[in-house]
């Protein structure tokens, strides 16, 4: 909230000041954030890029399988994966 100073001199005059701190409201607003059409976003993650020293929007998409592809992902995630698609994908080894 702003703060009000009210001076009262002795001529008629009186002096009136504001000081307002701006916060930002929005993503989009931070210098240090870059989320262009951010309406058309769904099912991104915001992460920082070092490189560009900014935060931006990536798909989760693309997070999931960067974190695939060096064949480390953490057990819990694994077991978890394991319990949702318990029967409901049908893999046929065939007959030996």
Do not use: C, W
């Amino acid at each position: 909230m702003a703060d009000y100073r009210v001076t009262l001199d002795s001529t008629p005059e009186y002096t009136v000041t504001q000081e307002k701190v701006v916060v930002a409201e929005f993503l989009s607003q931070l210098s240090d954030v870059n989320v262009p059409d951010l309406e058309n976003k769904g099912n991104h993650v915001l992460i920082y890029n070092a490189a560009a020293q900014k935060y931006e929007l990536v798909p989760a998409d693309s997070i999931l399988s960067a974190a695939a592809s060096d064949n480390i992902l953490p057990d819990d995630f694994i077991d978890q994966l394991d319990q949702d698609l318990d029967n409901k994908i049908d893999f046929d080894g065939g007959s030996f």
